[in-house]
């Protein structure tokens, strides 16, 4: 997905805004020919002020921060109910392009109507496409502040403010991963070429069947992938740092029963290699280090998990609705409703539990519709905002 044409607009925006200064200062003294110097300059500098104000404060109903599934459903069911809703998708927020977490994957495949599969880029490009047709605006601008203290409700970027009358809160969370030689993106190494944070969004692809996986983490999380990958891969091999497992203890015994789970205690990953009969295309095993005995053994593995969490983007929120003991949205049952009348929260921000595209999409769905239902009920008009 390419963001060049809009790295245009807003140089050319830029370069608007510089013209506009210099015609604004051209212009004060036709403005007040009879003025004196001084106050033509107070003039010239307090409608140049106005009108600044006026470039870099925008006003809607409704706001969406984020770029996921759950964004971009919102802001299509919002659009279609004439909220012409402002979306801000960020720019490399939490390190991840505007598009969220699927941009990190390649292909999606339990993602309905896509039968072959799909890309994550390719799918989150038709959603920021069909946001668009339906007239929402989008500002690839990453939000640093919002103030929820009293309505109507702001939303600060690095050089605009947003003035809204409600506000869904759909950034997601980050999956956490762990850096090591071959964990990486780049040459050598094999990020979703056989490493993956998410074992239900990615176990069941064909270079994981029947062969041998590895999960990291000792959690719940953990448990649950392990298990899961258990219906694909020939051996799962849990790897933790630690002797024993802070998972709940009924996970635990799941695990600890299971005939295609073997744990290795006390161990680390140091290093991942590629398979050579791919030419290291894909990846091929690990490097495993004891933390007691420092001894680094190799384990042929087609597949390697991180089930060490997820951190909610939340951080910019700055305490102004209820969070949970992790950092996620509180809401009320049910509902997208945060603590804050107005302010509604969608996706994974939100939702610990299950953390898929199609669920983050269905809560975005619901956000709309409160959010359509709450400006209903305070009798919001466009335009109008007090």
Known sequence: MSYCPKNKLLNLLRRGSKFFRKASNSAAPTVAPTSTPGQASSAAAISLTSAMDDLHTLKTRLCIIGSGPAAHTAAIYASRAELKPI????WMANGIAPGGQLTTTTEVENFPGFPDGINGIELMDCCRKQSLRFGTQILTETVNKVDFSTTPFKVFTDSKTVIANSIIVATGAVAKRLDFPGSGEGPGGFWNRGISAC???DGAAPIFRNRPLGVIG???SAMEEATFLTKYGSIVYIIHRRDTFRASKIMQQRVLTSPKIQVLWNSVVAGAYGDENTNNRVLGGLKVKNVLSGEVSDLKVS???FAIGHEPA???LDGQIELDSGGYVVTKPGTTQTSVPGVFAAGDVQDKNYRQAVTAAGTGC???LEAEH???EIGSQEGKID
């Open 87 to 90: 979306l801000f998708e960020g």
């Open 199 to 201: 074992a239900v969004c």
């Open 218 to 220: 000792g959690g719940d």
């Open 303 to 305: 597949g390697l998990f």
């Open 314 to 316: 939340t951080k910019f």
């Open 366 to 368: 619901m956000a709309a």
């Open 374 to 376: 709450y400006l209903q």
